[in-house]
């Protein structure tokens, strides 16, 4: 049963990546730009709910803890730079590229092939790559001042869930959401709220039921069941047990749970390459095609060496409190958005323009 409550949550997860719109590249690329804030949304509020409800459990003394990612140091700033580079080429993460090739979007499949080739990268580079950093250290904000984790975690997500209304406020691009509004509730993107707060309840589940909601380490564990199919034992992975069989039915889960949104949604349209890439870069199908999937590969690369991708280290690990994890997701966000900036350099105003001349929708984007 516990193993197909990893495959549920999967699902579940991916379902609202799909429709809370973050399958898409102008959300993605424009929340790295600061100019499209409803991915960030989601995400502030995915960690907001779970800090929360890690909060109120702490102080009613229900028993559920987080598991803390450890700090070690330069290891955080290694993954978070490749894994930076790799998202903010690409306008994906691990989790959004097998939504979006789920979806419908099946050239995104070379970025789940690029996944894979990350975790055998860092699979035959383990002796070395394990070693960057040190041992962990287990540290996290409320051990540094001293202060109640129920009461810090709660004040945290509050700030999170101020901060995502905030932005959804000076949001520059609300005014493109209004093509949809004719649409009914199956077929149209939700909204970031909505989304994000089942997120949230599927990263507290996850810790409830003695797991952490991760699909870089989800995407390993899959990988080391599978090779063990062919007789071949992770080194990254020395025991396969119910843990790690829970993590790669996580990562299997999204796909069917991607696939299901768009379904409903009727967007399952095909398009070579999206258009916002397509005016600030090109056309050609093969260069989109390696941007995925050489960033799919460094970002996962990047996400086991740092401990997590932005759902393991920032949506599942900042309502830790974990040193560590904040780490780890301010670098990967830097590194992206600094990655952004130049990619776009003076182009920036495609990102409104695209969405308006194209009408962009979970279907064309």
């Excluded at 409800?53 to 990612?69: A, E, F, H, Q, W």
């Excluded at 089942?198 to 870089?216: D, H, K, N, P, R």
């Excluded at 952004?340 to 064309?364: C, D, S």
Aim: charged share 10%.
């Amino acid at each position: 049963m516990k193993i197909l409550s990893g495959l549920i949550i999967g699902a579940v997860f991916g379902f609202m990546l799909h429709r809370g719109g973050l399958v898409r590249y102008s959300r993605i690329m424009g929340a790295l730009l600061l100019r499209d804030f409803k991915a960030m949304n989601f995400m502030f509020t995915g960690l907001a709910v779970a800090a929360i409800l890690y909060g109120m459990s702490d102080l009613l003394n229900l028993g559920t803890v987080p598991r803390i990612n450890g700090y070690f140091g330069i290891g955080h700033i290694i993954g978070g730079i490749l894994f930076g580079i790799g998202m903010g080429v690409a306008g994906l993460c691990p989790g959004t590229c097998a939504a979006r090739f789920s979806s419908g979007k099946v050239m995104v499949g070379v970025g789940v092939i690029g996944i894979f080739m990350g975790v055998l990268l860092y699979e035959i580079l383990f002796p070395i790559v394990s070693a960057i950093g040190g041992e962990p250290k287990f540290i996290t904000l409320a051990m540094i001042f001293n202060i109640s984790y129920g009461y810090l975690a709660i004040i945290f997500g509050l700030l999170f869930i101020g901060m995502s209304f905030f932005l959804s406020i000076i949001d520059p691009s609300k005014k493109f959401d209004n093509i949809e509004k004719e649409k009914n509730l199956l077929q149209k993107e939700w909204g970031w709220f909505s989304t994000g707060a089942v997120a949230g309840i599927m990263i507290f589940i996850s810790t409830a039921i003695g797991e952490y909601l991760s699909f870089a380490g989800g995407f390993l564990a899959l990988g080391a069941h599978l090779s063990s199919i062919f007789g071949y034992s992770f080194q990254s992975v020395p025991s396969l047990n119910e843990s790690t069989l829970w993590r790669a039915m996580l990562s299997l889960g999204v796909f069917p749970g991607a696939f299901l949104s768009s379904y409903l949604a009727k967007t399952m349209e095909q398009e070579k390459v999206t258009p916002l890439f397509q005016e600030a870069f090109s056309s050609n199908i093969g260069l989109r095609g390696f941007t995925i999937f050489g960033s799919g590969a460094l970002m996962t690369f990047g996400a086991l060496i740092g401990g997590g991708c932005t759902t393991g280290a920032f949506m599942s690990g900042w309502p830790t409190l974990s040193i560590g994890s904040f780490v780890m997701g301010g670098t990967f966000f830097a590194v992206a958005m600094a990655t952004a900036h130049i990619m776009f350099l003076g182009k920036y105003r495609l990102v409104g323009e695209i969405k308006e001349r194209f009408r962009l929708t979970l279907a064309n984007d």
